[in-house]
């Protein structure tokens, strides 16, 4: 048996090529070497379940051959409506070339909503979100990272049933992964009444995939083309604050009508292809103009995943932090970030900046707020304010920067959502949902303990000792 696991371990070793010629980080490449040479074959199958972080080639090149974008404009990569021409020209300069900006980093156009709706928790995201399928009439576009099997699950899948069975297209797309628990049986009514669903990516070893890496984090809901929701959420009982052990749920989701809920339906089409190989592209799918009211606040569509090498999302958050210079206010799931995000953080801090970070205490992963704290010191002493929320789970992911940036989506600031998940957020100019958003984060902090520097500088060494162990293992997590 020896001899056995002896040879596995150095078997293992033939990890070790794959691991360099994907060309991570050097962060990233030593962390992952040193678990498969001193981790003995728990490492590498840790490895192959979760370190590569770019998707398989034949499945990268299915994602290449359909662009919702580019079969509706032709192969424009970033062209923008003339509604959202027209607002940006009313914009500072300094606003307006800070959006082309992240428009050249997204490689996607500045687009407009006729009108942004901020929703707080469940109890106002899910009766919005049930109201619109009710009155669906042509189709019901649906992706959720979890959507559990419980009462909660069970009333949203019989109202999605209810709409096909009224002769609305249905499409859901789950993730494998954040949907584990989800049984297809589960869905047989939804399927029987003419409804469509897809895993994304599921963990399958009979259709040979392996891989715990490349999630569908993202949560989108677009309604007959209009309506729009894109946020934090998912579908479950935990949402609605009915799981007494994780207790109350604090999130954000936002709808939003216009020409971005256009642009948003191309990244829905996308991802569909991706997991069916159903090109969505007909007309009806995206309609114009249907609520004949004028653009009222540029957005701008965040997107982030393996197959997206220029890491969008960071460099939008560091621009974001670049640009501000009053105060930028975070929200964040999780916090494990990299050093080109502290130094952001850092310097906007040192430039006089109100730099707040807001993050959840209590999470369904304790180690990762281990590892958070571990750089809470260096923040704490270029001047950032840091927030634990331990009233429940705060799974908000929000951005206000200055009076008159916002940002919304399934991003954290954490390895995960910065390279290997696919996410979506959504960032905007507008004064008015700049301040709700501010207002929301004010009473969150009310709800928080602050960090003091010097009560956390005595916190106990085997505090410490855990932070410093589990810190190395950052880029994995």
């Known amino acids: 048996m020896k001899t056995f696991l002896l040879v596995c371990y150095f078997a293992s070793w033939a990890f070790i090529p794959h691991l360099l010629l994907l060309k991570k980080r050097?962060?990233?490449?030593?962390?992952?070497?040193?678990?498969?040479?001193?981790?003995?074959?728990?490492?590498?199958?840790?490895?192959?379940?979760?370190?590569?972080?770019?998707?398989?080639?034949?499945?990268?090149?299915?994602r290449t051959l359909f662009s919702a974008?580019?079969?509706?404009?032709?192969?424009?990569?970033?062209?923008?409506?003339?509604?959202?021409?027209?607002?940006?020209?009313?914009?500072?300069?300094?606003?307006?070339?800070?959006?082309?900006?992240l428009s050249r980093i997204n490689q996607l156009p500045v687009s407009s909503a006729e009108n942004l709706r901020i929703l707080r928790n469940a109890e106002e995201f899910y009766p919005a979100l049930e109201a619109r399928i009710r009155e669906a009439t042509h189709h019901i576009h649906i992706e959720f990272y979890i959507w559990n099997a419980d009462e909660t699950g069970a009333r949203f899948i019989q109202l999605l049933a209810a709409a096909a069975r009224r002769g609305v297209l249905v499409r859901l797309l789950l993730d494998g992964v954040g949907s584990r628990g989800l049984d297809e049986e589960v869905l047989e009514e939804f399927v029987?009444?003419?409804?469509?669903?897809?895993?994304?990516?599921?963990l399958d070893p009979r259709r040979k995939r392996f891989f715990l890496n490349l999630r569908n984090h993202r949560k989108l809901q677009i309604i007959d083309g209009?309506?729009?929701?894109?946020?934090?959420?998912?579908?479950?009982?935990?949402?609605?604050?009915?799981?007494?052990?994780?207790?109350?749920?604090?999130?954000?989701?936002?709808?939003?009508?216009?020409?971005?809920?256009?642009?948003?339906?191309e990244v829905f089409a996308d991802d569909?292809?991706?997991?069916?190989?159903?090109?969505?592209?007909?007309?009806?799918?995206?309609?114009?103009?249907t609520t004949h009211a004028p653009a009222h606040d540029p957005v701008h569509i965040v997107l982030g995943g393996p197959d997206r090498r220029?890491?969008?999302?960071?460099?939008?958050?560091?621009?974001?932090?670049?640009?501000?210079?009053?105060?930028?206010?975070?929200a964040t799931g999780y916090f494990v970030p990299d050093d080109v995000l502290l130094a952001a953080l850092e310097l906007a801090a040192h430039r006089g900046v109100d730099v707040r970070l807001l993050i959840s205490e209590k999470n369904d992963h304790p180690w990762l707020v281990t590892v958070g704290r571990s750089?809470?010191?260096?923040?704490?002493?270029?001047?950032?304010r840091i927030f634990e929320y331990s009233a429940g789970i705060n799974h908000a992911k929000i951005t206000v920067a200055d009076s008159q940036w916002a940002m919304i989506g399934s991003a954290n600031l954490d390895y995960r959502s910065m390279r290997l998940n696919f996410e979506l957020n959504l960032l905007f100019h507008s004064p008015g949902q700049n301040a709700v958003l501010a207002r929301i984060l004010e009473?969150?902090?009310?709800?928080?303990?602050?960090?003091d520097p010097p009560a956390f500088a005595r916190r106990p060494f085997r505090q410490k000792f855990a932070e410093a162990a589990l810190r190395p293992l950052s880029p994995m997590l």
């Not at 490449?29 to 979760?50: D, M, S, V």
């Not at 220029?310 to 206010?329: C, H, T, Y």
């Not at 260096?378 to 950032?384: K, P």
């Open 443 to 451: 009473t969150d902090f009310a709800l928080c303990l602050e960090i």
């Open 226 to 265: 209009t309506f729009a929701f894109v946020g934090g959420m998912n579908i479950g009982r935990e949402y609605e604050g009915r799981d007494t052990e994780l207790g109350h749920w604090s999130d954000v989701q936002v709808e939003v009508t216009g020409p971005v809920a256009c642009e948003l339906q």
């Open 375 to 384: 750089y809470y010191g260096q923040l704490l002493a270029a001047g950032v």
């Open 272 to 289: 569909w292809f991706f997991a069916t190989g159903e090109k969505l592209s007909a007309a009806a799918f995206f309609p114009t103009n």
């Open 310 to 330: 220029n890491e969008p999302i960071s460099k939008s958050i560091v621009s974001l932090l670049n640009e501000a210079g009053d105060r930028v206010w975070i």
């Open 26 to 62: 050097p962060a990233a490449t030593l962390a992952w070497l040193w678990a498969i040479l001193f981790i003995p074959l728990l490492g590498a199958l840790a490895y192959f379940a979760i370190g590569t972080d770019r998707l398989r080639r034949q499945r990268l090149k299915r």
């Open 192 to 202: 029987e009444a003419g409804g469509q669903f897809s895993w994304f990516q599921s």
């Open 69 to 101: 974008r580019s079969s509706r404009h032709r192969g424009a990569a970033a062209t923008t409506d003339s509604a959202t021409t027209g607002l940006l020209k009313g914009l500072p300069r300094r606003d307006r070339q800070f959006l082309q900006l």
